[in-house]
């Protein structure tokens, strides 16, 4: 998944030039999404958030009992054409994980992360995805499932996975920053 993702960013970045590489690099999104995560190949920050039984039962239309959310740095191998800037060489990716009442399974499921008019996380091949707050509260990222959801497992090549929508309690979540090693099980579903 991430080699075609790559290619098509590697031709894209190619195709604009310099010019638009330069306008890239001074969105305001990009500098949000920047300030989320120093851009540097190689950092990480970790979110976590469990629900307590109080929280749950005063929320009892909350699914989600549990989110994990991993955002990293990677650096273009190889680099595109013409690369200058730090934001020409690196890419923003991100795993997360969710639990749910009702469902045993730890579901899983990454994608990349790009600044816009708001700084979207989405999974590959219409996987759906969340938006992040450009300015959470400090040491916190506040994560907004997106209308249509975001696919757990997916696959390219198949359709199926787990849909994970919003609901009347499961549309915003506050996580909390936490040591990155606690997010070390996400890393793998990130690459």
């Given at each position: 998944m991430r080699v075609a993702l790559i290619g098509s960013t590697i031709v894209a970045l190619t195709?604009?030039?310099a010019c638009g590489l330069a306008a890239a690099a001074s969105d305001p999104a990009t500098t949000a999404l920047n300030s989320l995560l120093a851009p540097e190949p190689g950092n990480k920050a970790c979110y976590v958030r469990s629900y307590d039984a109080v929280h749950l039962r005063t929320h009892p239309r909350q699914r989600v009992t549990a989110m994990k959310f991993?955002?990293?740095i990677e650096a273009y191998d190889p680099k595109p054409a013409a690369a200058t800037t730090p934001q020409?060489?690196?890419y923003y990716t991100f795993g997360m994980s969710v639990s749910r009442r009702g469902d045993k399974r730890l579901l899983r499921t990454s994608g990349d992360c790009m600044g816009g008019d708001v700084i979207s996380c989405v999974v590959d091949c219409d996987g759906g995805g969340v938006t992040l707050d450009?300015?959470?509260?400090a040491g916190s990222l506040i994560v907004r499932l997106n209308d249509n959801g975001i696919r757990m497992f997916h696959d390219c090549d198949e359709e199926d996975g787990v849909l994970v929508k919003p609901g009347a309690d499961d549309k915003v979540f506050r996580?909390?920053?936490v040591a990155s090693d606690a997010c070390r099980a996400l890393e793998s579903e990130e690459k």
């Amino acid at each position: 998944m991430r080699v075609a993702l790559i290619g098509s960013t590697i031709v894209a970045l190619t195709m604009g030039g310099a010019c638009g590489l330069a306008a890239a690099a001074s969105d305001p999104a990009t500098t949000a999404l920047n300030s989320l995560l120093a851009p540097e190949p190689g950092n990480k920050a970790c979110y976590v958030r469990s629900y307590d039984a109080v929280h749950l039962r005063t929320h009892p239309r909350q699914r989600v009992t549990a989110m994990k959310f991993l955002l990293a740095i990677e650096a273009y191998d190889p680099k595109p054409a013409a690369a200058t800037t730090p934001q020409d060489l690196y890419y923003y990716t991100f795993g997360m994980s969710v639990s749910r009442r009702g469902d045993k399974r730890l579901l899983r499921t990454s994608g990349d992360c790009m600044g816009g008019d708001v700084i979207s996380c989405v999974v590959d091949c219409d996987g759906g995805g969340v938006t992040l707050d450009a300015m959470p509260p400090a040491g916190s990222l506040i994560v907004r499932l997106n209308d249509n959801g975001i696919r757990m497992f997916h696959d390219c090549d198949e359709e199926d996975g787990v849909l994970v929508k919003p609901g009347a309690d499961d549309k915003v979540f506050r996580l909390d920053k936490v040591a990155s090693d606690a997010c070390r099980a996400l890393e793998s579903e990130e690459k």
